[in-house]
């Protein structure tokens, strides 16, 4: 393939992945209002085996309870995602596939030097329209109010 038409699949439109992280982000909320859960922080996280990919999504979030006392007021424990509590990875099932299925396609399109171990600039592109889709997708469900408690 040529950089061309790699070029022209990077300018897709990533409606259906904002669509389907916004239907199953909006049923994971569900499912944690219905739990009784009252948390004040969520995030999605994209994960990988590797540094530069996006291979699978995980919910996470925390609750007031979940930080200790020693630590209530201090910013990074209640804002890091790295230090909350609650992670659960089989929310995300659809949008995973999806993931799945746009990370092969990127692969077919996309030859790279073997020996290479620096992302280049088709690899990055690749990478940031999958965060922004996800940061898409979250910034639209907290206009529409999802994340009010």
């Not at 569900?30 to 590797?50: E, T």
């Not at 804002?79 to 999806?98: C, M, P, Q």
């Not at 088709?122 to 922004?132: G, N, Q, S, W």
């Amino acid at each position: 393939m040529t950089d061309t038409n790699l070029q022209i699949w990077l300018n897709r439109d990533d409606t259906e992945l904002i669509n389907i992280v916004k239907s199953e982000a909006r049923e994971h909320v569900a499912k944690l209002h219905a739990s009784d859960v009252k948390f004040y922080g969520y995030a999605i996280l994209p994960l990988s085996g590797a540094l530069y990919s996006a291979e699978y999504l995980v919910a996470a979030f925390n609750r007031e309870i979940d930080i200790s006392p020693e630590n209530v007021t201090d910013t990074y424990y209640r804002y890091s995602v790295d230090e909350w509590e609650n992670y659960e990875d089989h929310e995300f099932r659809d949008a995973n596939k999806l993931i799945e299925s746009l990370n092969s396609q990127f692969q077919q399109l996309h030859v790279k030097d073997e020996s290479s171990f620096l992302m280049d600039e088709f690899e990055i592109v690749h990478v940031e329209k999958l965060h922004d889709a996800i940061l898409n997708a979250l910034i639209k469900l907290r206009h529409e109010g999802l994340f009010r408690s």
